[in-house]
């Protein structure tokens, strides 16, 4: 089955580097997604990757994704104090017609000043 | 730029009533999706729909429903609600593309508390 894990909480000074971890258990996944949360807001899609590819950059932000662990990372650069928010890991699994996506349980960060 | 609506950002409702929640979306996506959101569980699927009066159960359906009569809608329904019904609620859009992405679009939430 499908099983997305996070651990609930990182707590960075501004202008560090924050890295945000996820592990999935099903091998089938096919992209792998980063989602954001500000208070009181809907989830905004951050970033993905493919599940061929090991890196993915974007301005601040670094995806790192290790298939043989089922490991997956979202490297802020320069933490701001906008960044404080959750950050949701989540999986598609296309192969298996399911067309929802699975979610970790969110990471909230919280950047101090 | 998608836009994702939900009927209410705050709604306060007593045991045993029947609750609407609605969503639009406008970007004529076929699949929407219902999930609750709970501290340290994350996003649970309650319900998703891949095209108008079809549907299928997600992870947690147990105490709801669902309806899709036109594409942009999607409603949940409590039948009866109840106290451990008190929750967030997101509702998602995606299209069905020609790659793989599944991208999903989602509304700002409604916060449901049942007393």
């Known amino acids: 089955g499908e099983d997305v894990e996070q651990s609930l909480f990182l707590s960075v000074r501004e202008g560090d580097s924050s890295v945000i971890n996820c592990t999935y258990t099903?091998?089938?996944?096919?992209?792998l997604y980063w989602y954001k949360q500000e208070p009181g807001a809907g989830l905004q899609l951050l970033t993905y990757?493919?599940?061929?590819?090991d890196m993915k950059q974007d301005q601040r932000l670094t995806v790192l994704l290790n298939k043989k662990d089922k490991h997956l990372s979202l490297r802020i650069a320069d933490t701001q104090t906008g960044d404080s928010a959750i950050y949701f890991c989540a999986e598609s699994m296309v192969d298996t017609g399911r067309r929802a996506l699975t979610f970790g349980s969110g990471t909230r960060l919280q950047v101090q000043p | 730029d998608v836009k994702v609506t939900q009927s209410s950002r705050y709604l306060v409702k007593r045991t045993g009533e029947k609750v609407f929640l609605e969503c639009v979306q406008d970007?004529?996506?076929?699949?929407m999706f219902w999930y609750r959101q709970d501290p340290g569980l994350g996003l649970r699927l309650i319900y998703f729909?891949?095209?108008?009066?079809?549907?299928e159960k997600g992870d947690i359906p147990e105490g709801y429903s669902v309806s899709r009569e036109k594409k942009e809608r999607f409603s949940l329904i409590l039948e009866s609600a109840s106290t451990n019904q008190t929750s967030m609620y997101l509702c998602?859009?995606?299209?069905?593309?020609?790659?793989?992405?599944?991208?999903?679009?989602f509304g700002p939430g409604t916060r449901l508390t049942v007393t």
């Open positions: 990757i493919f599940s061929n590819m």
């Open positions: 998602a859009s995606s299209y069905v593309p020609d790659q793989t992405t599944y991208e999903q679009y």
């Open positions: 099903d091998s089938s996944s096919t992209y």
């Open positions: 729909s891949y095209d108008v009066k079809m549907k």
């Open positions: 970007m004529d996506h076929e699949n």
